[in-house]
């Protein structure tokens, strides 16, 4: 290395030393800043006391509250149908449906009819009869009266010897005579009342008989006994029917049932909000047999939807509840009748309810005093997270009374005014600091 170079190294080396001598007099010592604890960003849920909707849900099919299954009852061809008679055809009340022929059961009527009428002049023979032989009576007890005197004269003229005894015993054969003549006229009026019993009986049979025929006559006519919806008619004109033949199903459509599967514990809760309702959350399901007339059913709010048509309901009403547990579901059976359920029918819109269709029912009454609701996802194992004066994280145990859907009813550990937290804060950890947001 040569002495320049040598020197140029040096003088670098010096520079460099100066400068951080300099760095290190004019550096500056860090600006002390306080630290400040951060809030949590969080929506705050005020607790008020309200009105809630206890509801109980479930599915189940729609079956008619009457359904007729015309059943031949009498045998014969059927000689007329109503053209209408086929299945789904809606029927008014009084309309004639089906007939089958009537001739053996008319002249079976005739027949009865006038076996009743020779009854009834038999009848009126035997009173005539009475009336007779009670006139003839009276006048052989008055000539039995002058024989019974006539053989008094002739005992008297017989003692005295006045009389012959063959004379004498003329005339005791006279009115021996009389007597007997007498005796079988009363023996015949005895006889009026048991010919006449015979002859009511004959009458009564022929009155029954008469019924029969005319109740068989009434049988080949069939009419609708109110408005109806034909489910099933396999039968024809011409066709021969026999006795105990089905003809034809129809549905009364003034009024539907709907068979529901609901759970106990949801059903009992709807009921005990009732005024005056006070059932059980534990037990059999036998509390349910008394059920209407210790609790005001009207107060329910029922709602009948088909399933396939979610924006359609139907308005019902509580009717029964079987008193036994479906053993497959363990659930009640619930009867929900729906009066007029083809009124304002407009299908595909708004179908009516029509048998074996899949509706689900909703049953809600109102809570006769305001409770606390809060959502169910604001309750983390049993605990609640407020925010107290200061905004500070406080964990509050709560006990929850019943939930439905996203809601929890909560009886105990929560009052009016408290500040709920809705949000799940991991960790959460009592005094963390708190940034309220907008109330949902």
Do not use: C
């Not at 055809?89 to 020779?118: M, V």
């Not at 005992?155 to 005339?171: F, I, K, N, P």
Request: glycine share 4%.
């Amino acid at each position: 290395m040569t002495r320049k170079n040598k020197l140029t190294l040096a003088l670098t080396l010096i520079a460099g030393i100066v400068f951080v001598v300099i760095m290190v007099k004019l550096k500056q010592p860090p600006e002390r800043v306080e630290a400040q604890a951060s809030a949590t960003p969080v929506r705050i849920m005020e607790i008020t006391p309200r009105e809630f909707r206890t509801e109980a849900r479930g599915y189940g099919q729609v079956l008619p509250a009457r359904s007729w299954n015309a059943v031949a009852n009498v045998g014969g061809r059927v000689i007329w149908k109503h053209p209408e008679l086929e299945s789904g055809n809606l029927i008014p009340e009084g309309t004639r449906l089906l007939e089958i022929d009537p001739t053996r059961y008319e002249l079976a009527e005739a027949s009865a009819r006038a076996d009743l009428a020779g009854i009834e002049a038999e009848l009126r023979q035997l009173d005539q009869e009475e009336r007779n032989t009670g006139e003839l009576l009276k006048l052989e007890e008055r000539r039995l009266t002058l024989a019974r005197r006539e053989l008094d004269r002739a005992e008297t003229l017989v003692a005295r010897g006045a009389l012959s005894q063959t004379r004498y015993d003329e005339q005791q054969r006279a009115t021996l005579q009389q007597e007997q003549a007498v005796q079988t006229l009363r023996n015949q009026l005895n006889l009026v009342p048991v010919r006449r019993d015979t002859l009511q009986a004959r009458k009564a049979r022929a009155e029954s008989a008469l019924a029969s025929a005319r109740e068989d006559l009434d049988d080949t006519r069939f009419e609708a006994p109110w408005d109806l919806r034909v489910h099933q008619a396999d039968i024809d004109t011409g066709q021969h029917v026999s006795p105990g033949q089905t003809l034809f199903i129809a549905d009364d459509i003034t009024r539907a049932e709907a068979t529901v599967q609901l759970e106990v514990a949801e059903l009992r809760r709807v009921l005990s909000q009732l005024s005056g309702g006070s059932l059980p959350e534990t037990g059999s399901t036998n509390h349910f047999t008394d059920f209407h007339d210790r609790l005001p059913l009207d107060d329910l709010d029922i709602r009948v939807t088909p399933t396939n048509v979610p924006d359609v309901h139907w308005p019902g009403k509580l009717t029964r509840v079987t008193s036994s547990l479906d053993q497959a579901t363990r659930t009640v059976q619930a009867v929900i009748s729906v009066d007029e359920p083809y009124r304002n029918a407009n299908p595909p819109a708004r179908p009516p309810l029509v048998r074996n269709m899949f509706v689900q029912a909703s049953i809600t009454a109102q809570t006769p005093e305001p409770v606390i609701v809060i959502p169910a996802s604001a309750v983390h194992q049993g605990v609640v997270y407020l925010a107290d004066e200061d905004n500070r994280l406080q964990r509050q145990p709560v006990s929850v009374a019943w939930q439905q859907g996203e809601d929890v009813i909560i009886d105990d550990g929560l009052a009016p005014g408290d500040r709920l937290v809705l949000d799940d804060l991991v960790p959460a950890i009592d005094g963390t600091l708190l940034a309220p947001g907008d109330q949902p």
